[in-house]
């Protein structure tokens, strides 16, 4: 009985110092040019929060406020579920320098009862608990979580770099994966290419790859195409996806996508390793100062300098840090993001643990990107890559 007689002593006392104001006459301040903040947690506004509010969890509130709202002579708005947590959220403020701060009495629970404008979240209760974390970003948020739920990507190989592409694509909640890849599990496969098990030797990558992938999130649409890359199939694997992860182990698949990529519009994200080192850089069509790959790679080099992993041997973890590179390069693109790889080419040694980043500009006179560059055919460019290779 004492302890519910402090609280409700302690909130008395709280209520004389924070300002409380009814839902309608937050709203009618909202429409004015107050900030209205939602402090109740992911999993609460599952199910709606006020049109217009700001989604900011009481507990990261003091860390996260500044980002959306630097002035403290802004009229702020807090509201909860039921007008306690927003009286603390509101005194918080007050603490920070914000100088017209209000909560909202009977919070949101009143908010609803008056008829005022709601928002359905575009979050369920799993999807605001699954990406909890990623959700508290402001660059992200509800919205970019939603950009991400709406990306398609395609990946080129479920092996060494689309594995870690791949399960971390799905992890953030990349909406559709399209797997492309003709191949099948071998035990030398699983040092480094983590998506598979041993139990799966001999089951075709892009199943195995699927099963692994439905296991961490079944939210995520996984396509499957047993095929390898050829000139008649590349554009129809390619259609309908807003990039494509290049994790191919030839040059003829590369110079492939290169080609479909520029027709579709389409970034690549190229990745390669051999070794003990790796590379990886962005091109992107859509911008007018992106260099292609065939500004990196005008022509295919012999097999004897570029050997692939079978040949050369690569360190395990070495295609682990290549692809979740190009992972962090696809989010970034399909958040719009930071600074995309675009004219950059990073490199990287493992053993002396050093990343080196080289400018790569575009060339005028390249092959597959410049003024006088022309397109013969899909059959065009395998035929070049067989007599090159």
Known sequence: MSESLDRESWLAALRQRVPEISPTEAFNRQAQGALLIDVREDDERAAGLPTGALALSRGFLEL???????HRDRIMLTLCGSGRRSLLAAEA????????????????????????PI?????????????????RLPQVGESGQLKLSQASVALLGAGGLGAPAALYLAAAGVGRLTLIDDDRVERSNLHRQVIHAD????MAKTESARM?????NPRVQVDLHNERLRADNVERLLSGHDLVIDGADNFPARYLLAAATRRLNMPMV????????????????????????????????AAADAPNCSEAGVLGVLPGIVGLLQASEALKLILDLGEPLIGRLLSFDVLSMRFRETRL??????????????FHGYEDIERFCAANG
């Not at 406020?65 to 630097?70: G, K, M, Q, S, V």
């Open 64 to 70: 996260r406020i500044e980002d959306h709202e630097p």
């Open 212 to 216: 692994t992938l439905a296991a961490l």
């Open 199 to 202: 139990t799966r030797v001999g």
């Open 270 to 301: 190229y990745g390669a390793v051999e070794r003990f080192t790796g590379q990886v850089s962005v091109f992107d069509p859509r911008r007018t100062d992106s260099p292609c790959y065939r500004c990196l790679f005008p022509e295919p080099p």
């Open 93 to 116: 403020l007050q603490r920070m320098g914000y100088r017209h701060v209000f909560s909202v009495a009977g919070g949101f629970e009143r908010w609803k009862s008056e008829g005022l």
């Open 119 to 135: 928002s359905t979240g575009n979050l369920d209760a799993d999807a605001a608990e699954r990406y909890a974390r990623q959700l």
């Open 361 to 374: 500009p575009r060339d005028p006179a390249c092959p597959g990107c410049g003024s006088t560059a022309t």
